[in-house]
């Protein structure tokens, strides 16, 4: 081939050029990956002692029945909890059975599919260490409490605390006592913006305004001047439950957790946090591969709903 | 042989592999799905334009390319950290695209957007030589389509070319040049090429 030749051909091809992908492509792809499996392998399941292949469709089939009513029973309170969950939690619970009236169930509940279907709340069920955390009883405790959850949704705070030596210096008493003040606040503030207006950012600087000696890194200094021009912190400082969960290693394995973070950052998912049976649910394998079935979108939408929350077979399933 | 400078007046589509895909991956992994949006981002088009250059249809390299994506999501966990995300989902890319000639996805004469050029009658030709490229790089055999397709529309190297191809970049070096000159036989005339 004359170089000639291999010009033109490089020319044309040139000229060719790259294509750009149509619009919403990439919209496209991860509205499938949410309503992908994770894997199309099937997988063995042994029965009575005898090695039965079974593939997931089958499985999710299977499992679809018992989700839909936990759809429900996620917004409306859980059934008697029965044998073998009461481990995952720590300690046995009771919950109350509510009975459920007709008008309590709407078909296609708009709410329960955004809920189920957010992103959230999909990484919370692919998360094996999220899981674990939940079944744990001092992070289950914290994601209890209301203010914890909002102080957890909160960016600066998150920011503040992944911070090793903020963290040590906020389990100083007297430190916290220091920003809880509304006066020293008040005079903490102008000191810090006097000093940032300056552009002082050392260690000294950092002392003198907070009279604190004990500040010694320049990372703590910084994390803890953005940390008290955050109105949200300034106030957290106050709260003893956001300072016990601080103490608690739990609090940071939750905060370190994207997944549980995200979760809770999430309105719909944090509520549903609050409910024990909910959270103990969340630790069972069947029902997260259940969350996972494409069948139970379809499910949601059949006009058997109603009728199957109320069997006592179904009540049966899920109590299992 | 070194990397050789891309010698095509194009940008670059390629996106050279770097931590921040292993970063994604990883939260893939740990299962943050939203994750994996930026790796869509970040490929999409250079796997769109392979895919088209590969089928010669637009309808079906978007399905393609959307296949792959959803494929190698399913898969990350078989992903070895050690290579490339690129050539590893090429890979994927060049089943599907295999399977969608498999099923006889019809070929269309592209339709690529005219260059802005002169008058209509330049627009006219332009389209049809960019059509009648097209259909020539569909003439190749697969393992000479792919060399082109890879070194002029993804911006590889011989060397990244062999690594999605598991060959090594002599060899790719050879199928270039077979493809080019199977490439100036079908073209030899068009737009007064050299005979």
Request: charged fraction near 20%; glycine fraction near 6%; proline fraction near 3%.
């Amino acid at each position: 081939m004359f170089d000639n030749d291999s010009d033109h051909v490089e020319r044309l091809l040139d000229e060719l050029g790259p294509a750009e992908p149509p619009a919403g492509f990439t919209a496209g792809v991860m509205a499938r990956l949410a309503q992908t499996p994770a894997s199309a392998h099937g997988r063995v399941v042994s029965f009575n002692g005898k090695g039965i292949t079974m593939i997931r469709k089958v499985m999710w089939g299977l499992a679809a029945a018992a989700t839909i009513a936990f759809a429900v029973f996620a917004m409306k309170g859980f059934p008697p909890v029965g044998n073998g969950t009461e481990g995952t939690i720590g300690a046995a619970k009771k919950y109350q059975t509510q009975q459920l009236a007709d008008k309590d169930v709407v078909l296609g509940d708009a709410a329960v599919q955004e809920f189920l279907q957010s992103d959230a709340f999909d990484r919370l069920l692919k998360d094996p260490n999220a899981r674990r955390l939940i079944a744990d009883a001092r992070v289950d405790a914290a994601l209890r409490s209301t203010e914890l959850r909002s102080a957890i949704g909160n960016a600066d705070i998150r920011v503040a605390f992944a911070n090793a030596d903020f963290l040590q210096a906020y389990s100083r008493a007297e430190l916290r006592q220091a920003l809880a003040s509304a006066e020293l606040r008040s005079a903490f503030d102008a000191e810090f913006q006097a000093a940032l207006a300056a552009g002082m950012r050392s260690e000294a600087a950092m002392r003198q305004a907070t009279g604190d000696a004990a500040l010694r890194s320049e990372a703590a200094a910084t994390a803890l001047r953005n940390a008290v021009q955050n109105a949200g912190v300034r106030q957290s400082v106050g709260d003893a439950a956001l300072h016990m969960a601080v103490s608690d290693a739990s609090f940071a394995a939750v905060l370190a957790n994207m997944s549980l973070r995200s979760a809770v950052e999430n309105a719909a998912i944090a509520q549903a946090m609050a409910n024990d049976g909910f959270r103990a649910a969340l630790t069972q394998p069947n029902m997260i591969a259940a969350f996972n079935s494409p069948a139970f979108l379809a499910a949601m939408q059949h006009s058997g709903f109603a009728s199957a929350l109320q069997s006592q077979q179904l009540h049966n399933l899920v109590s299992q | 042989m070194g990397s050789d400078v891309t010698n095509f007046s194009r940008d670059r589509v390629y996106v050279d592999q770097d931590a921040d895909d292993l970063a994604l991956i990883a939260r893939c992994k740990a299962g943050e799905t939203a994750a994996f949006e930026g790796l869509v981002v970040r490929y999409q088009r250079v796997l769109f334009t392979v895919a088209v250059r590969m089928l010669g249809n637009v309808d079906a390299a978007s399905d393609a390319a959307q296949n792959a994506f959803i494929k190698a999501y399913q898969k990350l966990e078989t992903f070895d950290p050690n290579r490339r995300f690129f050539s590893w989902i090429y890979r994927i890319l060049v089943n599907e695209c295999l399977n969608a000639r498999r099923d006889h996805i019809v070929h269309e004469p592209l339709t690529p957007a005219l260059a802005s050029v002169d008058g209509p009658d330049e627009a006219f030709e332009a389209a049809e030589r960019r059509g009648r490229v097209q259909a020539a790089i569909l003439a190749l055999p697969l393992e000479y389509r792919e060399v082109i397709v890879l070194r002029h529309y993804a911006g590889l190297s011989y060397e990244e070319i062999g690594d999605a191809l598991h060959v090594p970049a002599k060899t790719v070096k050879s199928r270039l040049h077979t493809a080019k000159e199977r490439l100036a036989a079908m073209l030899r005339g068009l737009e007064g090429g050299h005979v």
